[in-house]
């Protein structure tokens, strides 16, 4: 087994796979929660890549943690399906009130 030193704690590398592996779970639950889809990603690959890495055990023990990403991400679609029809009503009711004053241009200069 090889270790790797940080400061003056010798850690296996199963735990330093465990802890990577936990760490970019939670920089995803923390972006995800903040609405950052770009760090998502970054994070999801950098978990990706520690999931590649840990042993079965590791895995199993992620799972609770990648079960709670699952849902906030769930979250996150809801509230982007939300918006956007919400939007959709609006642009909807925009061109219908346009349509019945017969405008066909709104200068939007002061």
Known sequence: MQLS????????????????L?????????????????????ALADRE???????????????QDGETLGRVLAEIKRN???????????RSTFANSARNRGA???NLQA
């Open 80 to 90: 982007i399906v939300a918006e956007t029809s919400r939007l959709e009503q609006l």
């Open 104 to 106: 066909t241009s709104i």
């Open 49 to 63: 890549a520690a999931m590649a890495a840990a042993s079965p055990l590791e895995r199993a023990r992620a799972l």
């Open 5 to 20: 030193f940080i400061g003056e704690t010798a850690l296996s590398e199963a735990a330093l796979s465990e802890s990577a």
């Open 22 to 42: 936990s760490e970019s779970t939670q920089r995803a639950i923390a972006a995800a929660g903040k609405g950052d889809l770009d760090a998502v990603g970054r």
